[in-house]
């Protein structure tokens, strides 16, 4: 399976997708679009192992409801994910049964150098 999961409207997204050059056979869905449902998410889980690890901190919605001063649990990271796309963290890349979340660096260059192998 080849997808990407990002926002159209995410300079960062743009940039990684154009330099990692994702090739056409990726299906990328843009996720303010189109939802991730929750069987995309339970694709995600199994790859990476959590929810938590799927879960962007960063969001303006994790800070207006102040959720990092609550316990979460991955119930709560897979029902917030679930509630609103910008929980998400993006861009995520599964290529070869592999999974590639966020945008970190070290991420891109794995994300890199497995799409282009």
């Given at each position: 399976?080849e ?23 990726f299906a990328?869905?843009d ?17 990476s ?8 901190k960063r969001a303006k ?14 119930r ?5 994910i679930?509630e ?10 599964i ?6 979340i ?8 794995a994300?890199?150098?497995s799409?282009k192998?």
């Amino acid at each position: 399976m080849e997808k990407g999961y990002h926002l159209s409207t995410c300079d960062t997204c743009k940039r990684i997708i154009r330099d990692i050059e994702i090739p056409s056979s990726f299906a990328m869905q843009d996720i303010k679009k189109n939802e991730v449902t929750a069987e995309q998410l339970e694709q995600m889980h199994a790859l990476s192992g959590s929810y938590e690890a799927l879960f962007s901190k960063r969001a303006k919605l994790y800070k207006e409801r102040n959720l990092k001063d609550e316990k979460l649990l991955e119930r709560d990271f897979k029902s917030l994910i679930l509630e609103h796309y910008t929980f998400l963290k993006r861009p995520v890349f599964i290529h070869n049964k592999e999974i590639f979340i966020g945008n970190s660096k070290k991420t891109v260059e794995a994300a890199r150098n497995s799409i282009k192998s």
